[in-house]
């Protein structure tokens, strides 16, 4: 299998994918640059992946790298998270969280029913990147990543923080409360509620130089 290796400079961070006689993949766009006898392919999507793209902030155009040599992914303030799939496990990924793949990795397209991608500002269709097979698999993130276990039990959260979680667990956006006029004292907003049996990877502190970047461009608010 490639071998994913996140390296730092400068407060910076990149992915480096080193490969003999394998392939992988990366999300469009995302190469730096690369080294030795590595021929880049972009595998033609199916009409139904195609159709998906035009209500999804998700590609379905991941170019596939394969042969001997290195591989330089684009740099970001933020980080990145390796993390190995089992052999039977499916990943549901959040929005634009997808990176980089062992080539023996699925990925496939999911979609969240449409009162959960209502509630949670995603129009009614919100369709997300699904893994499935056995290999490793890199994710783009603000910060750390904590790994979650549930068994038949809930995890909530003020904000999009979960990254991926395994098919096990189910999304819904609930009150934090009993009562909106409790949910309106409280000044929380509805929140992201998982339920069920599975794993999550959990990000909800940003570096703090990611977390300035966010501040500047709007996206979150300063303390």
């Known amino acids: 299998m490639a071998t994913f290796e996140v390296e730092e400079s400068q407060s910076m961070r990149w992915v480096r994918i080193d490969l003999v006689d394998d392939d992988c993949r990366a999300e469009r766009g995302a190469m730096s640059h690369m080294k030795g006898a590595v021929t880049m392919t972009v595998p033609v999507p199916t009409p139904h992946a195609m159709w998906v793209s035009l ?31 089992a052999s039977g496990e499916r990943w549901i990924l959040d929005t634009k969280c997808f990176w980089a793949s062992d080539g023996e990795v699925s990925l496939r397209i999911h979609r969240e ?75 929380q907003r509805r929140t992201y509620c998982y339920e069920g049996t599975g794993k999550l990877l959990l ?6 130089r990611r ?13």
Not at 203 to 208: E, G, K, L, N, R
């Open 203 to 208: 990000c909800t502190v940003p570096y703090w």
């Open 55 to 85: 209500f999804s902030d998700e590609s379905v155009l991941r170019p596939r790298y394969v042969g001997t040599g290195s591989v330089f992914l684009d740099s970001t303030l933020g980080g990145y998270h390796v993390f190995r799939i």
């Open 113 to 187: 029913r449409m009162l959960t991608a209502l509630f949670a500002g995603q129009g009614l269709l919100w369709y997300k990147t699904a893994l499935s097979g056995a290999g490793q698999v890199v994710l783009v993130v603000d910060g750390p990543v904590e790994e979650v276990e549930l068994k038949d039990d809930r995890l909530i959260v003020d904000g999009p923080y979960v990254v991926a979680h395994t098919a096990g667990i189910r999304l819904k956006m609930k009150w934090p409360t009993k009562s909106l006029w409790s949910a309106w004292l409280s000044g």
């Open 211 to 223: 977390r300035m970047e966010l501040e500047r461009a709007g996206t979150v608010a300063s303390a």
